[in-house]
């Protein structure tokens, strides 16, 4: 399938009471998302009952707005499957994104693996963001209790803080710091009964590798944040201590042979424990800026920005990571730094 044709998918998760049904609720009635299925895990938990006018199947309704909402039946590849097969013959009404709701108890990992893995699922599906919302009131207390939530956090392109309208504004500093502890990059947005804008959530492009990477700063933003940090000492969880975010900089350009294999490396032996890596490269002999994302075992293929964001040309990374010290890490990466081609992988590489 042409790739401009992929329909955009967007997971929205959060711990249980976070806020999550207000905000579907909210959004799903803009126009501008008439033409979006949804998919939740069971009808129940989306108070969108009044506006149910049709079941199309017993797991399948569409609702006044246009859009389509469908629960997970079995696994997520066949629920996906299914739901395009549907509309491609006609039985329920096309739709241009999708929009997956998790259970509040879910580790989104699964669900990103199966949308960035699936042989039959990217020929239609694209991943563009995950998004989770985190209880202004009661955030912190689910974060040193429930280690799903900081799954949830260190997964998101974007938080957005629910229930803001009843917590004063200096309460949510300590929260607001502790999400930052947990994905530094992360962009939050306070948030009341749902209402927000539709570009905050959509269009994000953060996991699409045929879109040109328009938030390359923002994954780079944990340097700045971890250089800020530094400087300001404050308690971390049990979670924060076992959940790290760290940055990885480059002064020289770097082999693209001896990235790959820095790459290979540290999946094959951090795997389930490397929650997310981003980075910009400065790959030696190119001109252009190359882009990696993966989460966990799951690289995209290497994408090329046509230009450098700024004038800062090192190669940095971003990790988030579990259980997994900077260091060991650094012992992968900083050998490759120094390699010379023509003398082959350092022998130290061998001997981690």
């Known amino acids: 399938m042409n790739q401009i044709s992929q329909i955009s998918v967007t997971v ?36 969108l009952d009044h506006a149910l ?30 739901l395009f097969d549907k509309m491609i013959n006609g039985k329920i009404s096309s739709f ?43 955030g ?4 040193e209790l429930q280690e799903e939530s900081v799954k ?12 803001t309208d009843i917590v004063d504004k200096n309460e949510t500093k300590s929260l607001m710091r502790q999400i930052k502890d947990i994905n530094p990059s992360t962009e939050i947005i306070p948030c009341s009964f749902g209402n927000i804008s539709i570009k905050e ?35 971390i969880n049990r979670h924060n201590e076992n959940i790290r975010a760290f940055s990885m900089i480059s002064e020289k350009p770097v082999n693209m042979i001896a990235f790959s294999f820095f790459r290979d490396m540290i999946t094959a032996s951090l795997g389930a424990d490397l929650l997310r890596m981003k980075g910009i490269i400065n790959i030696e002999g190119e001109e252009r800026p190359a882009v990696i994302h993966g989460v966990q075992h799951i690289f995209h293929p290497v994408q090329w920005l046509e230009n450098w964001p700024d004038n800062d040309k090192r190669t940095k990374l971003v990790f988030i990571t579990r259980n997994i010290k900077k260091e060991q890490i650094e012992e992968f990466f900083h050998p490759l730094t120094n390699l010379d081609i023509e003398k082959g992988l350092p022998k130290e590489i061998f001997e981690l």
């Open 96 to 138: 241009n994104r999708v929009l997956i709701e998790t259970t509040g108890l879910a580790n989104p990992v699964p669900i990103i693996h199966t949308l960035m893995s699936s042989i039959d699922l990217i020929r239609i599906y694209s991943l563009d963001g995950v998004i989770t919302v985190v209880d202004a009131v009661n």
């Open 201 to 235: 959530i959509f269009g994000l492009g953060a996991y699409d590798p045929y879109k040109k990477s328009e938030d390359v700063k923002a994954w780079l933003a944990a340097e700045k944040y971890n250089d800020k940090k530094d400087h300001h000492h404050h308690d």
């Open 152 to 163: 949830q956090i260190a997964l998101a392109e974007k938080i957005i803080l629910s229930k």
């Open 53 to 82: 006018i049709e079941h199309t199947d017993e797991n399948i309704v569409e609702l006044q707005s246009g859009c389509i909402c469908c629960t997970i039946q079995g696994d997520l590849n066949k629920t996906l499957i299914d």
């Open 12 to 47: 929205i998760t959060g711990f249980l009471g976070s806020g999550k049904t207000t905000l579907l609720s909210s959004i799903l009635k803009k126009k501008e998302l008439q033409k979006t299925a949804v998919i939740i895990n069971e009808f129940g938990e989306i108070g």
């Open 140 to 143: 912190e207390k689910t974060i």
